[in-house]
């Protein structure tokens, strides 16, 4: 199936920057969107910011100019720069892929999660 792996979360402070990374691996065929979300403690997981295989970037309003994502597909890579991090920005942050997986002879298509980065934004 399809593998992610997740780095670059950590402490910083308000005002502070981060880039997040996520990489996915195993019997890939094709990726298409990739994503981020976060759950902060009592509340629900929300979309951070998704974009699509074509480039095509969609975000959530609470951190529209501040965050950008992006990707490398010649390395299965999704990334999320931080900056002008807020206290409300700390979360675990999840990253998300579409992908499309060899299966026997053909392919199957699904979500897959990572496992979560803490970010959090103290002072």
């Known amino acids: 199936q399809v593998q992610l792996v997740e780095s670059g979360g950590g402490l910083v402070q308000p005002g502070g920057s981060l880039r997040l990374s996520c990489a996915a691996s195993g019997s890939i065929f094709s990726i298409n969107a990739m994503g981020w979300y976060r759950q902060a403690p009592g509340k629900q997981r929300e979309l951070v910011a998704t974009?699509?295989?074509?480039?095509?970037?969609n975000y959530a309003d609470s951190v529209k100019g501040r965050f950008a994502i992006s990707r490398d597909n010649a390395k299965n890579t999704v990334y999320l720069q931080m900056n002008s991090l807020k206290p409300e920005d700390t979360a675990v942050y999840y990253c998300?892929?579409?992908?499309?997986?060899?299966?026997?002879?053909?392919?199957?298509?699904?979500?897959?999660w990572g496992q979560g980065t803490q970010v959090t934004v103290s002072s």
């Open positions: 974009i699509t295989s074509g480039g095509s970037t």
């Open positions: 998300n892929v579409d992908g499309t997986y060899y299966v026997g002879i053909g392919v199957a298509r699904d979500d897959f």
